[in-house]
């Protein structure tokens, strides 16, 4: 019997009075925590504290307030399944998604019977947590309790694996009794795909669902313009658009600006601007993805003018509006816009973790390291990304030791660092020669945080040994790379020993890079230099010479002419 049928029954039969039907009335519309806690007093004060059905109702209203559901379930002598599902829900949504693996062994130690949601709702917690061993536990649980013939059990399971990054996992799962396969099912395998970036994936999978029978949603439209758009497939974009069109589709916003995001991606913006001004109805998001497509093809001055024109038309940019904005004008090294942005920003919108983060990456990368610095220290909000720009812009501006002050002081304020944190910090002790600490941020990245490192984070330890003179070394650490075939590490350990004069290595290094086919004209001109440092002066002409000839034998040659520019009167 469900909660709303009771609820009808006992109204109808007088199962109890009419103040008590009226009590569950009012729970439904209750939002805060205060408005739950005086129907709470209520039935408390009428006795109806220990009645299942009032007490599941009171637990239901508090879901998005954690703290005061625990409180009421822990007053439950014998809570029932719905009661911890119910819990279990709460958690799942809350900022304590872990806590939900607690409240599953407790409902699993007490002998009651699951159902299908609870396993849905702890898998929800799993996919959230990221917690890969619990759910391939829980996973094994569902087998086993034979809970597994649920759709809703099987595409929560495809999701927990696509967001985990084990999309093999997600497929086979997938694969088994495909006829059980549902709309849900294809679009969360296609979004998995989408979270690994295999777009061609896509595509294919898409053309399976529509010879299976199905008819794609607008989440299927965007999972397949996502694919497309990354494949930089131009004939693919008017195809899928085509196809909008006959469904229907581009009645979505949301279609419409992943339509708008292929076409920029294709280098198509005039197209993408005839689609939006195509649009009666405009919906922030859309204004956005356009002023951001504009700043990312170099036309900032476009960019500003279609936030002129929003402003006209009464809509209110939001942090995002401006982000995109604010990084064109950091790549650019046009402070006069950001100037206006920061104008704009400080009349009508709130510095936000997005919209501070662009600030502080703009102000450090145009040279203004101490604006940037005030607007870091003003922000009330700070997220991993906030930090690690104000930890990047002193490392290029060389101040290696307030960027490692910056760091020490992250993690002492709670903020976990990402593997990009831990990028900037290792490029700003190479900048700054500080090695031992380098090689301790190194070292506390693996063992205290568990990130595997990649190419960026092993090139920069080769180029901070090979700053301080420690060649062998980098040497050895380059040799022990995952990607044998960073061309990146091998010239940066090859400028290392043009720096020092080691030849022998360096002769090394030159071969590697030939062996990998990297022929850039970079690394004859550093072993030229190499010879000339370590006066073996006939060598290095030589080397010039086959630089030489290696930039006239090709038709474009890979080393480009400089260009710097200007902004007067900002």
Same mark, same amino acid.
Request: with cysteine; glycine share 8%.
């Given at each position: 019997?469900?909660?709303?049928?009771?609820?009808?029954?006992?109204?109808?039969?007088?199962?109890?009075?009419?103040?008590n039907?009226?009590?569950?009335?009012?729970?439904?519309?209750?939002?805060?925590?205060?408005?739950?806690?005086q129907?709470?007093?209520?039935?408390?004060k009428?006795?109806?504290?220990?009645?299942?059905?009032?007490?599941?109702?009171?637990?239901?209203?508090?879901?998005?307030?954690?703290?005061?559901?625990?409180?009421?379930?822990?007053?439950?002598?014998?809570p029932?399944?719905?009661?911890?599902?119910?819990?279990? /829900?709460?958690?799942?949504?809350?900022?304590?998604?872990?806590? $939900?693996?607690?409240?599953?062994?407790?409902?699993?130690?007490?002998?009651i019977?699951?159902?299908?949601?609870?396993?849905?709702?702890?898998?929800?917690?799993?996919?959230? @947590?990221?917690?890969?061993?619990?759910?391939?536990?829980?996973?094994?649980?569902?087998?086993?309790?034979?809970h597994? %013939?649920?759709?809703?059990?099987?595409?929560?399971?495809?999701?927990?694996?696509?967001?985990?990054?084990?999309?093999?996992?997600?497929?086979?799962?997938?694969?088994?009794?495909?006829?059980?396969?549902?709309?849900?099912?294809?679009?969360?395998?296609?979004g %998995?795909?989408?979270?690994?970036?295999?777009?061609?994936?896509?595509?294919?999978?898409f053309?399976?669902?529509?010879?299976?029978?199905?008819?794609?949603?607008?989440?299927?439209?965007?999972?397949?313009?996502?694919?497309?758009g @990354?494949l !930089?497939?131009?004939?693919?974009?008017?195809?899928?658009?085509?196809?909008?069109?006959?469904?229907?589709?581009?009645?979505?916003?949301?279609?419409?600006?992943?339509?708008?995001?292929?076409?920029?991606?294709?280098?198509?913006?005039?197209?993408? /601007?005839?689609?939006?001004?195509?649009?009666?109805?405009?919906?922030?998001?859309?204004?956005?993805?356009?002023?951001?497509?504009?700043?990312?093809?170099?036309?900032?001055?476009?960019?500003?003018?279609?936030?002129?024109?929003?402003?006209?038309?009464?809509?209110?940019?939001?942090?995002?509006?401006?982000?995109?904005?604010?990084?064109?004008c950091?790549?650019?090294?046009?402070?006069?816009?950001?100037?206006?942005?920061?104008?704009?920003?400080?009349?009508?919108?709130?510095?936000?973790?997005?919209?501070?983060t662009?600030?502080?990456?703009?102000?450090?990368?145009?040279?203004?390291?101490?604006?940037?610095l005030?607007?870091?220290?003003?922000?009330?909000? /700070?997220?991993?990304?906030?930090?690690?720009?104000?930890?990047?812009?002193?490392?290029?501006?060389?101040?290696?030791?307030?960027?490692?002050?910056?760091?020490?002081?992250?993690?002492?304020?709670?903020c976990r660092?990402?593997?990009?944190?831990?990028?900037?910090v290792?490029?700003?002790?190479?900048?700054?020669?500080l090695?031992?600490?380098?090689?301790?941020?190194?070292?506390?990245?693996?063992?205290?945080? !568990?990130?595997?490192?990649?190419?960026?984070?092993?090139?920069?330890?080769?180029?901070?040994?090979?700053?301080?003179?420690?060649?062998?070394?980098?040497h050895?650490?380059?040799?022990?790379?995952?990607?044998?075939?960073?061309?990146?590490?091998?010239?940066?350990?090859?400028?290392?020993?043009?720096?020092?004069?080691?030849? $022998?290595?360096?002769?090394?290094?030159?071969?590697?890079?030939?062996?990998?086919?990297?022929?850039?004209?970079?690394?004859?001109?550093?072993?030229?230099?190499?010879?000339?440092?370590?006066?073996?002066?006939?060598?290095?002409?030589?080397?010039?010479?086959?630089?030489?000839?290696?930039?006239? /034998?090709?038709?474009n040659?890979?080393k480009?002419?400089?260009?710097?520019?200007?902004?007067?009167?900002?």
């Open positions: 019997m469900t909660q709303a049928l009771a609820l009808r029954l006992g109204q109808r039969f007088n199962l109890w009075p009419p103040e039907s009226k009590l569950i009335s009012l729970l439904q519309f209750c939002k805060q925590v205060s408005e739950i806690s129907i709470h007093g209520s039935i408390v009428t006795g109806l504290d220990h009645n299942p059905f009032f007490l599941s109702k009171l637990l239901a209203s508090s879901i998005h307030h954690i703290q005061y559901a625990a409180s009421i379930f822990s007053h439950i002598q014998n029932n399944l719905f009661m911890f599902n119910t819990l279990l /829900r709460a958690y799942s949504i809350s900022s304590e998604p872990n806590k $939900a693996f607690l409240v599953f062994n407790d409902l699993r130690a007490r002998g019977v699951l159902d299908q949601f609870s396993f849905i709702t702890t898998l929800k917690a799993c996919a959230r @947590e990221l917690a890969i061993e619990t759910g391939q536990g829980i996973h094994g649980v569902v087998v086993r309790s034979g597994g %013939g649920f759709i809703g059990v099987k595409n929560t399971l495809l999701h927990f694996y696509c967001v985990s990054g084990k999309i093999e996992d997600a497929h086979h799962l997938f694969d088994e009794f495909p006829h059980r396969n549902d709309l849900v099912s294809w679009n969360t395998l296609m %998995g795909y989408l979270h690994v970036s295999q777009p061609r994936v896509i595509v294919d999978l053309r399976q669902m529509c010879r299976g029978g199905f008819q794609a949603s607008v989440t299927s439209v965007l999972h397949l313009l996502s694919a497309i @990354e !930089g497939s131009y004939l693919g974009g008017e195809s899928v658009h085509g196809y909008c069109i006959k469904m229907g589709f581009c009645d979505s916003l949301h279609v419409v600006t992943a339509l708008i995001d292929v076409y920029a991606k294709n280098g198509e913006i005039e197209l993408a /601007r005839r689609i939006f001004d195509g649009v009666a109805v405009k919906d922030v998001v859309l204004w956005n993805c356009l002023v951001d497509k504009y700043a990312k093809c170099g036309m900032v001055e476009e960019a500003v003018a279609l936030l002129r024109l929003m402003r006209l038309e009464r809509t209110k940019p939001n942090s995002s509006t401006l982000a995109g904005l604010l990084s064109a950091a790549a650019s090294g046009s402070l006069s816009v950001g100037r206006f942005i920061m104008d704009h920003v400080e009349e009508k919108l709130v510095l936000d973790a997005v919209l501070g662009a600030l502080v990456d703009m102000y450090a990368k145009c040279g203004f390291l101490d604006k940037a005030d607007i870091f220290e003003s922000m009330e909000n /700070r997220d991993v990304k906030s930090w690690t720009a104000m930890i990047s812009g002193y490392g290029v501006h060389g101040e290696a030791g307030n960027a490692l002050r910056l760091f020490y002081r992250m993690e002492e304020e709670g660092p990402n593997a990009v944190t831990f990028l900037a290792l490029s700003a002790c190479s900048h700054g020669g090695v031992r600490e380098g090689v301790w941020c190194f070292e506390n990245m693996v063992r205290k945080y !568990g990130f595997v490192p990649e190419v960026g984070h092993y090139g920069c330890m080769v180029d901070l040994l090979g700053r301080a003179g420690l060649l062998e070394e980098a050895r650490l380059i040799e022990s790379l995952p990607v044998k075939s960073d061309v990146s590490a091998w010239r940066a350990l090859l400028s290392a020993c043009r720096v020092y004069g080691y030849v $022998a290595l360096g002769e090394v290094v030159q071969r590697v890079l030939a062996e990998l086919n990297d022929d850039h004209p970079t690394n004859a001109m550093l072993l030229s230099g190499t010879y000339a440092i370590a006066g073996r002066l006939h060598d290095s002409s030589n080397m010039k010479d086959t630089v030489v000839e290696q930039m006239v /034998r090709k038709e040659p890979v480009e002419a400089g260009l710097s520019t200007i902004e007067l009167d900002s």
